[in-house]
């Protein structure tokens, strides 16, 4: 009876070449990469922090509840993630003139420049992570990605 093989760097022949699997290693590429690199340079800052960041650069002052739902993450964690971020002075949280229950989120100044900063660090780890790929292969690669993740591409 052959014994398991334990080690890490080596995958059952069924599994290679299956999509799936191949997506689980490559996301399990990209978070470590991310992770490394919001360690590094991020000042405590994380990969949520960037997307609450990014949605209110791009979309403008919105509800916690909002962000949840259009950042995909969960409604105590975004709490969470705001608070700190409004400890760093990078967004503004103030009382919906209308809902006095619910807060608007705006980002400030300051999370615009820290913003650009991370820009920065994510797109470093684009290049790492990318690195393996030609020019060309790089845009089919994301070409591909994107009508995996939304078919109407």
Same mark, same amino acid.
């Given at each position: ?15 290679? !070449? ?41 979309? !403008? ?10 950042? !995909?993450? *969960?409604?105590?964690? @975004? ?11 990078? @967004?503004?949280?103030?009382? *919906? ?14 999370? @615009? ?5 991370? *820009?920065? @660090? ?27 993740? *939304?078919?109407?591409?």
């Amino acid at each position: 009876m052959p014994t398991p093989h334990h080690d890490t760097g080596h995958t059952p022949t069924r599994l290679e !070449g299956r999509a799936t699997w191949l997506l689980s290693r490559a996301h399990a590429r990209s978070s470590g990469l991310l992770s490394a690199a919001f360690e590094a340079n991020g000042d405590g800052l994380r990969g949520y922090h960037y997307r609450l960041l990014a949605a209110l650069q791009e979309w !403008g002052p919105a509800s916690q509840a909002d962000l949840g739902r259009t950042t !995909g993450i *969960d409604r105590s964690d @975004v709490t969470a993630a705001l608070t700190e971020l409004e400890a760093r002075k990078l @967004v503004e949280r103030s009382v *919906d003139p209308d809902h006095k229950r619910r807060n608007i989120v705006t980002i400030t100044a300051a999370g @615009v420049v820290r913003l650009l900063e991370l *820009d920065k @660090v994510i797109d470093g780890v684009q290049d790492e992570f990318l690195a393996p790929l030609t020019a060309a292969q790089r845009r089919q690669f994301i070409a591909l990605m994107s009508r995996l993740v *939304d078919p109407r591409c």
